[in-house]
């Protein structure tokens, strides 16, 4: 079992930056490819980032590339993203989550299958 906690969100206005941190308990996030989604109100769960169990490699959905840096730290057990030029688009709660079957990239959320609670990124115009 893994637990995971988020944080780092808050309200930015357009154009600002965030960094989220998604910190793990329970097992060794080294294990575990890594995904970053992210739910606005009324919508479905939607792909943001992803990266290898080593950080080698990295996927970002076309919405999000050039502004949008996953990593990760495996001795601190944790994920980052972090977040440039944020658009009020972008209004959601992000969260992260471990994949299922030990392939990185994963863009179907049910392909993961420990997740956090959320934390909230509010974009204002």
């Known amino acids: 079992q893994v637990q995971l906690v988020e944080s780092g969100g808050g309200l930015v206005q357009a154009g600002g930056s965030l960094s989220l941190s998604c910190a793990a308990s329970?097992?060794?996030?080294?294990?575990?490819?890594m995904g970053w989604f992210r739910q606005a109100p009324g919508k479905e769960r939607e792909f943001i980032a992803a990266?290898?169990?080593?950080?080698?490699?990295?996927y970002y959905a076309d919405s999000v590339k050039g502004r949008f840096t996953i990593s990760r730290d495996n001795a601190k057990n944790t994920v980052y993203l972090q977040m440039n030029s944020l658009k009020p688009e972008e209004t959601a709660v992000y969260y992260c989550?471990?994949?299922?079957?030990?392939?990185?990239?994963?863009?179907?959320?049910?392909?993961?299958?420990?997740w956090g609670q959320g934390t909230q990124v509010t974009v204002s115009s």
């Open positions: 329970g097992r060794t996030l080294s294990s575990y490819a």
């Open positions: 989550a471990t994949d299922r079957n030990g392939v990185a990239g994963t863009q179907d959320p049910g392909g993961y299958v420990y």
């Open positions: 990266i290898s169990q080593r950080g080698g490699s990295t």
